[in-house]
Nanobody
Framework: QKQLVESGGGLVQPGGSLRLSCAASGFSLDYHAVAWFRQAPGKEREGVSCISSSGANTNYADSVKGRFIISRDLAKNTVYLQMNSLKPEDTAIYYC????????????????????WGQGTQVTVSS
């Protein structure tokens, strides 16, 4: 069964850090682009970050630039989202999604343009 499973969410104080993981099973993330999305209560889902199918290019929402870093480890078949300097407005359920196999220069953060989606992990930033 092909699936994505997120982990690493939790409760953290403002200014703290968390690292989210998106582990794929049943397929290889090689030649797959992966994106992270989030949805806060009462708000629309938004794209947070993505990494291209080659792994060479990344993209970030303006709200997280300079604070979040996306990376991947193909040996572990996992994509990570390192979140630093967290703010209360980062509180949301975080989802990862993947599309592929695909050859692309730049990734996009569009929810519907994916083949696989995870179930989400809760991130709460609060003192």
């Amino acid at each position: 069964q092909k699936q994505l499973v997120e982990s690493g969410g939790g409760l953290v104080q403002p200014g703290g850090s968390l690292r989210l993981s998106c582990a794929a099973s049943g397929f290889s993330l090689d030649y797959h682009a992966v994106a992270w999305f989030r949805q806060a209560p009462g708000k629309e889902r938004e794209g947070v970050s993505c990494i291209s199918s080659s792994g060479a290019n990344t993209n970030y929402a303006d709200s997280v630039k300079g604070r979040f870093i996306i990376s991947r480890d193909l040996a572990k078949n996992t994509v990570y989202l390192q979140m630093n300097s967290l703010k209360p407005e980062d509180t949301a359920i975080y989802y990862c999604a993947a599309v592929g196999p695909i050859v692309q220069v730049m990734c996009v953060m569009t929810w519907d343009r994916n083949d696989y989606w995870g179930q989400g992990t809760q991130v709460t930033v609060s003192s």
